[in-house]
């Protein structure tokens, strides 16, 4: 039986070394691979296959194994899929074209090819889905540790937080107090004022880590808030802080432009810009200026707050938000992250754009009913 099949086994042994040779020759495989004595065994491990193929004693079985375990290698020397298909192709096509000069009419050929090619169709099916699921496991792993470190970075915070908070808040609230005795009883007392602000400023950027840590949030109501008012306030509290780092503050608000949300957030998400852009543009030469921009149209209003300080490298850009992430030796990295949720809690989005002559970080508030001024 099969002397067909048998002639034509015989004609591919004899001619393996030259097959192989082409092979090897015209494959795709990176220098790197570290898998690259297994491709040319498992090469000739698939024509074992086609071997037993021919001579019918192949199991279905085998082919499936023999893929998965390739794929498995493939995964892990991290190939292109693509690359593998194309090896696996071109060794189908070489056995092909030997088979076509085997000597065997046609007639005897057909079903053998018709064999062969079903040999290397089931093979590419079986490692192709093998190396998808490998490398779709391989993902998911991947974004779980990511989410996962994400989290443990929030509770920190979170606890960090609220410890923090308790410890500091209840004697510089007594300090506070303090202070303004201090300034009833001794109106002409020196320093004071400055104590008072300074005392202040601190007394925000402990509310920080509450907001950041959400285990207070203050009962407020949601109000109207026109930005021009608010950024007046802000711009007039951080004074101090201008002069002291000789900054040209300039404004353009639009004094309609109004936002339904919590003040006091407002208020923390502009200081925390602003505060970042004093620090900003002091690592430069004057003129050092910030510009407050704001403005409003049917659908949106549009807050830009500008500084000409150093640029934020493009990579940076999107980390800037992340908590934790900092450049300054006593940074915190929370400031902008919770700048970040508080804006998107008002439905709005926050974004930053920076090359050298200018760093902005726009906010943008969606007027829809609810969140606007009834027109
Ligand atoms: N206006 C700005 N110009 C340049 N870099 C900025 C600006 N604002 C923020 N950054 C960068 O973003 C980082 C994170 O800011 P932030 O979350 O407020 O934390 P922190 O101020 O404690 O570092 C800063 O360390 C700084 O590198
Ligand atoms: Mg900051």
């Known amino acids: 039986m099969g002397s067909s099949r048998e002639k034509l086994i015989a004609f591919l042994e004899k001619h393996l070394s030259d097959f192989l040779a082409y092979w090897r020759k015209h494959m795709y495989i990176a220098d790197d691979d570290k898998y690259i004595d297994h491709v040319e065994r498992n090469g000739l491990s698939v024509f074992q296959l086609v071997k037993e193929m021919l001579g019918s004693t192949l199991h279905l079985d085998d082919i499936r194994a023999l893929a998965e375990k390739i794929a ?9 899929i693509g690359e593998f298909v194309y090896n696996t192709n071109l060794g189908r096509s070489l056995v092909i074209r030997y088979a076509l000069q085997s000597g065997l009419s046609l007639e005897e050929l057909q079903p053998l090819i018709d064999d062969i090619n079903y040999l290397f169709d089931q093979f590419l099916f079986y490692a192709v889905t093998k190396y998808t699921e490998l490398k779709n496991a391989e993902i998911q792993e991947k974004n779980l540790l990511i989410s996962q470190s994400h989290k443990d970075r929030l509770t920190l915070l979170g606890q960090m937080s609220s410890s923090f908070v308790h410890e500091f808040r209840n004697p510089l609230t007594a300090i506070i107090g303090f202070v303004q005795l201090l300034k009833f009883e001794h109106p002409n007392l020196k320093y004071l004022d400055i104590i008072d602000h300074e005392l202040q400023q601190l007394k925000f950027r402990i509310s920080q880590f509450l907001h950041a840590s959400r285990k207070e949030t203050a009962e407020q109501q949601k109000e109207i808030i026109f930005l021009e008012q608010l950024l007046e306030e802000i711009v007039a509290f951080l004074y101090p802080s201008f002069i ?77 938000f992340e908590p934790f992430f900092t450049t300054k030796k006593l940074g915190t990295g929370i400031g902008l992250y919770v700048c970040k949720k508080i804006i998107e809690d008002h439905d709005g989005k926050i974004m930053c754009t920076s090359d050298e002559k200018i760093t902005s970080f726009s906010i943008s508030f969606p007027l829809k009913k609810g969140n606007s001024l009834p027109v």
């Open 72 to 80: 498995k290698q493939r995964a892990e020397a991290n190939i292109n």
């Open 244 to 320: 002291e780092a000789d900054v040209d503050v300039s404004t353009s608000i639009d004094p309609e432009a109004s936002v339904f949300g919590y003040k006091d957030q407002l208020k923390q998400v502009c200081m925390n810009i602003l505060l970042n852009s004093i620090e900003a543009v002091k690592e430069k030469e004057k003129p050092r200026q910030i510009h407050v921009h704001v403005s409003s149209n049917e659908e949106e209003v549009l807050m830009k707050i500008s500084n000409n300080g150093p640029m934020i490298p493009p990579e940076t850009v999107q980390a800037i």
